[in-house]
């Protein structure tokens, strides 16, 4: 062990659940042990470590590559802190935490690519089995950078912690949604069981929209599947600055100009559904008052890791169901609609409750009641179970003729969108 402490210690009991063989779940005391890590990780003193590994939690590059040169750093495969706690953990950890600090620090990306060309290893693990990836993905600071340098070097995506846990679990816990596309794009296994039983695939709509849009853009991909609006672009050329305008049959389609909306319609003409009595619902929204929303995801975020993340305090408000555009009564309006069973928990059953439908920007808002047209809401809501988010949400495109008027196009759901 190190002599370098770091601050940390491991009690009796930690050590005690650590001795179990294999994976450590939750019956074998795997809750606990994460929160007297965490409690733990929080006392660390960087100034408590060697001076090699307090220039690599620093970031101090100028001092880091002297002692790899001159042959004074310790072992690159070792560690520190009874933690044991290997250097690129160390300065990932550095990076998530250093504020200021002394001239020449804060260089971790610098830091960090010179030392795997000296041969530091990415996948030390410490006690718990975290690699420098795993705490890459489960802090609220952003370290995408060196994400991708450690995985770019080597870093094994799909390395399993103590847990059973592959990196992936801090990102969507954290809402990280640029790190759950990296890690997507490294090809994380999202079938990977943990100590539990739990998968990715299983359980990643429950962490919010943006995980939602995300995972599933990358599991269509994988597959080779396509879904209709899955990125903001010109469907002809694909350029995503220009303003783009909907395919006046379908609604669907998008383009940034005439002339290749021209372009590609021997192809879409194929697929372009027009908005008919077979493909459509038409409903009456119920427009009632204010009601404080806070996403379900962000709910679990507070309760499972004791705060919440930036986009869900955004995302909480007061929002009113009695919402239509201002332009209504120039025309009827062409807009995109999130709606929304009753949510009965995972998995969705069938209910005869109200639908949230709303738009991203909230300009329009309502209820669907199933008393006003039972028919129609019955289809919708098979539409969302059936083809929606987790059987929770679904995206569609929609025509909003008059206050009183929605039409729903629920035979060509899009895919699922950041909101």
């Known amino acids: 062990m190190s002599e370098y402490s770091g601050g940390l210690v491991v009690s009796p009991q930690m050590r005690a659940?650590?001795?179990?063989?294999?994976?450590?779940?939750?019956?074998?005391?795997?809750?606990?042990?994460?929160?007297?890590?965490r409690a733990g990780s929080v006392n660390q003193d960087p100034f408590l470590l060697s001076p090699f590994g307090q220039s690599v939690f620093m970031g101090q590059f100028e001092l880091v590559k002297k002692a790899v040169e001159s042959g004074s750093?310790?072992?690159?495969?070792?560690?520190?802190?009874?933690?044991?706690?290997?250097?690129?953990?160390?300065?990932?950890?550095g990076a998530q935490r250093v504020q200021g600090g002394p001239p020449g620090s804060r260089r971790f990306l610098e830091t960090l690519e010179y030392l795997l060309s000296k041969g530091l290893p990415p996948d030390v693990p410490d006690i718990v089995g975290y690699t420098a990836l795993h705490h890459a993905t489960s802090s609220r600071e952003p370290t995408d950078d060196l994400t991708r340098c450690l995985l770019e070097h080597g870093a094994n995506v799909n390395y399993q912690n103590r847990y059973g846990e592959n990196p992936l679990l801090g990102a969507l816990q954290l809402n990280l949604v640029s790190m759950v596309d990296l890690l997507m794009e490294f090809g994380i296994d999202i079938d990977l069981a943990d100590a539990d039983g739990w998968t990715a695939r299983e359980n990643f709509t429950q962490y919010g929209p943006r995980v939602t849009a995300t995972l599933t853009k990358w599991i269509r991909k994988r597959s080779g599947e396509e879904a209709p609006r899955a990125e903001k672009c010109c469907d002809a050329c694909g350029v995503s600055t220009a303003s783009l305008k909907n395919c006046a049959r379908c609604r669907v389609?998008?383009?940034?100009?005439?002339?290749?909306?021209?372009?590609?319609?021997?192809?879409?003409?194929?697929?372009?559904?027009?908005?008919?009595?077979?493909?459509?619902?038409?409903?009456?929204?119920?427009?009632?008052?204010?009601?404080q929303t806070f996403p379900t995801a962000e709910m679990a975020r507070v309760l499972n890791l004791g705060y919440s993340t930036e986009a869900a305090r955004s995302n909480t408000r007061s929002t009113s169901l009695a919402q239509t555009p201002k332009?209504?009564?120039?025309k009827a309006k062409s807009i995109v609609v999130k709606v929304q069973v009753p949510?009965?928990?995972?998995?969705?059953?069938?209910?005869?409750?109200?639908l949230m439908v709303y738009t991203?920007?909230?300009?329009?808002?309502?209820?669907?009641?199933?008393?006003?047209?039972?028919?129609?809401?019955?289809?919708?809501?098979?539409a969302v179970r059936t083809k929606g988010v987790g059987g929770a949400k679904a995206y569609f495109a929609a025509e909003l003729e008059s206050k009183d008027k929605l039409v729903v196009k629920i035979a060509e759901p899009l895919a699922e969108q950041p909101w």
């Open 327 to 330: 332009d209504l009564d120039r």
């Open 360 to 382: 991203k920007k909230r300009d329009f808002a309502c209820s669907i009641r199933r008393s006003d047209a039972p028919d129609e809401y019955e289809r919708i809501s098979e």
């Open 343 to 354: 949510f009965t928990g995972y998995p969705i059953v069938r209910s005869t409750g109200n």
């Open 17 to 37: 659940i650590l001795s179990k063989p294999g994976f450590i779940g939750e019956k074998q005391g795997g809750q606990k042990l994460r929160d007297m890590y």
């Open 73 to 93: 750093a310790p072992d690159l495969a070792g560690t520190e802190t009874p933690y044991e706690t290997g250097y690129a953990s160390s300065l990932i950890l």
């Open 253 to 291: 389609a998008r383009y940034c100009s005439p002339e290749c909306q021209k372009s590609a319609w021997p192809s879409h003409k194929k697929m372009c559904i027009p908005f008919s009595d077979s493909s459509t619902v038409t409903l009456k929204p119920y427009y009632q008052s204010s009601t």
